[in-house]
Nanobody, 128 residues
């Protein structure tokens, strides 16, 4: 059974940063593409980034480019997303998602419909 368990987030002051974790079980990081999304109240789910771990292909959405960094800890089978220079418009529920892929997949996509496995979401609230 594949599970993605998220942690991190919470309340952050404007200009600060947050680091979100996505612990994966049932698959290893090398066997999956991981993506991050967020959804603010009343808005559609928005793509942030994706990474094909085996080949280190990384993509970032234009709206957040330069403020986000994806990383991973292979022994802990955990992916991370760091978002910097936070502002109130970044307040949202953040989700990680995963897709099992072959060794030669060679790409990743920041589209919600691509991913069958999702974390439970974690709230990030940016306010002073």
């Amino acid at each position: 059974q594949v599970q993605l368990v998220q942690s991190g987030g919470g309340s952050v002051q404007p200009g600060g940063l947050t680091r979100l974790s996505c612990a994966v079980s049932g698959l290893t990081l090398n066997d999956i593409v991981v993506a991050w999304f967020r959804q603010a109240p009343g808005k559609e789910r928005e793509g942030i980034s994706c990474i094909w771990n085996r080949g280190s292909i990384v993509k970032y959405a234009d709206s957040l480019r330069g403020r986000v960094i994806m990383s991973r800890d292979y022994p802990k089978n955990t992916a991370f997303l760091q978002v910097t220079s936070l502002n109130p418009e970044d307040s949202a529920v953040y989700y990680c998602a995963a897709l099992q892929v072959s060794d030669r997949y060679g790409d990743c996509f920041i589209r919600t419909e691509t991913y069958p496995y999702w974390g439970q979401g974690t709230q990030v609230t940016v306010s002073s």
